[in-house]
């Protein structure tokens, strides 16, 4: 036995693995997208993008991913610089705090928004007694739910992701920048942020993949009148049952996320992928 | 080396053995969740592990999810007994997926009304329970008492108005409802869509599943809600002032029904199963904890229980039942231009 088989042979039952739980149903899914009745068929695709209603679901499910993200950003990239400043004691607890929601099931925790943000809820409640919103005011099925219960379910993977680079960043560099004159901002400007770079684009790619073909928040938070992709296909394949085009939705949600993954393989060379 | 081999692949052996006799003695069934999976428990699947010492494995799924699982299972299925609320089994016995059930093999077949079991050699297994869909209202809040499928309409309650999604079976009924009382039909369901459209401005709410519908009873302030009786009863037993009031212009009929699916094995327990849920007891026990109307003549209820459901041959000759086939057969269209009307 040669060292390539022997690799070959470790690696098996992860490709065999991969090839029955991954290749074979995404292959499927492919063909049944592009299978009509009398053969081969683009109709499903010309249906969806021919459509205004389903581009507005699928630019909806965009948008809403691109802001997740970038709120992701705004606030997980601070909290990772902050994490690698503190002391050891601190950064653990910071990190529990930060770990300790992936704990609790997404359900969980999108039901404890449901709760918050429902007419009676606590967050409308405050709004009204600052008579900021009107008597029926409710956040419940409303885009903006959608956004703070996946910033919240999300935040962790953004952060983690900045703070895995982060804490490998020489502190001596900052110091070094200070005493060239810098101030604080500039510091974090010119030197720390380009340094995280590889942290954020990694952290922003999960982020965005997660958001647009997340369900279960989207679904609950938004309802059924603010449909993303996921949700439409889950609907296509259950309530109309339509599994040709449901199948089509996949791919183009599929082939949409794997368009934003092509620049950052580029752009990264494959160094920190 | 060797030995150790030999030793796992018997020890292997010995578990699959143990597992294929499992196999053989234990039925997979969905139920609804809920209440109701408590109630069907009680009802149906503890006495029946009792009688045959069978065990019964349940996996909640609604019927429209249920039934996407079904037949996507079709070359391995995987349930032996599938239950459906949405006439599901309608073309699930058209593309095979159900067996024909012969009833000389359900003892309790003979007691069912006519309607209840007349597609059973096409696979459409027998109803057992009949779901009737009517308002359901907050008692407490509601001034007067809601008597028509049009006061749905009335624009004071349209910010307590909550309509349910028609991929939810019960949904599509009393829309269907509504659509009718507006002046459409299953040709047409334009009026039904326009009302939802100027409800929904109104201040509506749309939900996808039941419980959304206690939560917002309990937590949001609503009013009304075109749902099931069994339902009302369900809130009430919540601790919520809840009543259920048929309209006067008609009150549609959802059957529950149990189906034997195709191509599993053990079809013999699975018959077993289904008589006993079709039994006088089974319903009887269904409507005391449900109140869900019985499909078995010979179920006996107490008054309080037969009030609240529809009791006897003549009162279940009164309702009405939009065709499943026609429903089946528009579902796709209706849902894609439902999803168009509530897209916000």
């Known amino acids: 036995m040669n060292d390539r088989t022997e690799n070959l042979l470790l690696a098996l039952p992860g490709i065999l693995l991969l090839a029955l739980a ?11 997208s592009v299978s009509g009745p009398d053969g081969f068929t683009l109709a499903p695709f010309a249906r969806f993008l021919s459509d205004p209603y389903y581009m507005g679901v699928l630019w909806r499910t965009v948008r809403l991913s691109l802001i997740i993200t970038i709120i992701c950003a705004v606030i997980g990239f601070p909290l990772a610089y902050i994490m690698t400043k503190v002391g050891p004691r601190l950064r653990l607890w910071l990190v529990i705090m930060i770990i300790l929601p992936l704990m609790t099931s997404v359900v969980i925790r999108t039901f404890g928004w449901m709760v918050m943000l429902s007419r009676s809820g606590i967050i409308p409640q405050i709004l009204r007694d600052f008579d900021l919103v009107g008597r029926n005011f409710a956040l419940m099925q409303t885009e903006t739910a959608i956004v703070i219960g996946m910033v919240q379910v999300l935040l962790p993977f953004m952060t983690l992701s900045i703070l895995g680079v982060l804490t490998r960043v020489d502190g001596r560099l900052e110091e070094a920048a200070r005493t060239m004159g810098c101030s604080f901002l500039q510091t974090v400007r010119t030197v720390v942020l380009p340094l995280s770079l590889p942290g954020l684009v990694a952290g922003s790619l999960l982020c ?4 647009a073909s997340s369900f279960v928040t989207p679904n609950l938070l938004g309802g059924s009148r603010i449909q993303v992709l996921a949700a439409s296909i889950y609907r296509s394949v259950t309530s109309a049952p339509d599994w040709p085009f449901a199948s089509a939705q996949a791919v183009i949600l599929f082939v949409g996320i794997l ?3 092509i620049p950052y393989m580029k752009l990264t060379g494959g160094k920190n992928g | 080396m060797n030995a150790k081999l030999g030793l796992s692949v018997v020890s292997l052996a010995a ?3 143990s597992t294929a006799i499992a196999q ?3 039925l997979t069934i969905n139920s609804f969740g809920g209440a109701y999976e408590t109630a069907h428990r009680e009802c149906v699947i503890s006495p029946f592990e009792k009688e045959t010492g069978a065990t019964v494995n349940v996996v909640t799924a609604y019927s429209a999810d249920a039934f996407a699982q079904v037949r996507a299972q079709k070359d391995a299925p995987q349930f032996d007994v599938i ?3 949405g006439g599901q089994e309608i073309v699930a016995a058209a593309e095979g997926l159900l067996s024909p059930i012969d009833d000389t093999k359900l003892t309790n077949a003979a007691d069912l009304y006519d309607f209840a079991k007349a597609k059973l050699a096409a696979g459409e297994g027998p109803a057992y329970s009949i779901a009737a869909i009517g308002l359901v209202y907050n008692t407490e809040a509601l001034a007067e008492k809601p008597t028509k499928w049009t006061d749905l309409l009335k624009p004071e309650l349209s910010e307590g108005l909550v309509l349910t999604d028609i991929s939810n079976g019960y949904g599509m009924l009393g829309f269907l409802m509504l659509n009718q009382v507006q002046g459409g039909d299953l040709t047409n369901i334009q009026p039904g869509l ?5 409800l929904l401005d109104a201040g509506a709410l749309v939900v996808a599943t039941s419980p959304e519908i206690q939560q917002e009873f309990a937590q949001n302030g609503a009013l009304i809600a075109p749902y099931a009786s069994d339902y009302a009863f369900t809130l009430r037993n919540a601790g919520l002032p809840s009543g259920f009031q048929a309209g006067e212009e008609g009150t549609p009929a959802s059957f529950i029904t149990a189906n034997l699916v195709a191509g599993r094995d053990n079809a013999d327990l699975a018959l077993k199963f289904i008589d006993m849920t079709i039994s006088a007891d089974a319903q009887a026990c269904f409507a005391n904890a449900l109140r869900y109307t019985p499909t078995n003549s010979k179920t006996e209820l107490a008054p309080e229980v037969a009030a609240d459901v ?3 041959e003549a009162a279940v000759a009164g309702l009405l039942r939009f065709d499943p086939t026609v429903i089946e057969a528009n579902r796709s269209a209706w849902v894609e231009q439902w999803n168009r009307t509530i897209a916000q």
């Open chain 1, 22 to 32: 991954f290749l074979f149903p995404i292959g499927q899914m492919l063909i049944l």
């Open chain 1, 208 to 211: 965005f993949t997660l958001s």
């Open chain 1, 259 to 261: 368009l934003v993954l």
């Open chain 2, 15 to 17: 578990l699959l053995g």
């Open chain 2, 24 to 26: 053989a003695n234990s």
């Open chain 2, 83 to 85: 239950h459906f609320s």
């Open chain 2, 194 to 198: 326009d009302a939802v459209k100027s």
């Open chain 2, 310 to 312: 529809a009791y006897g």
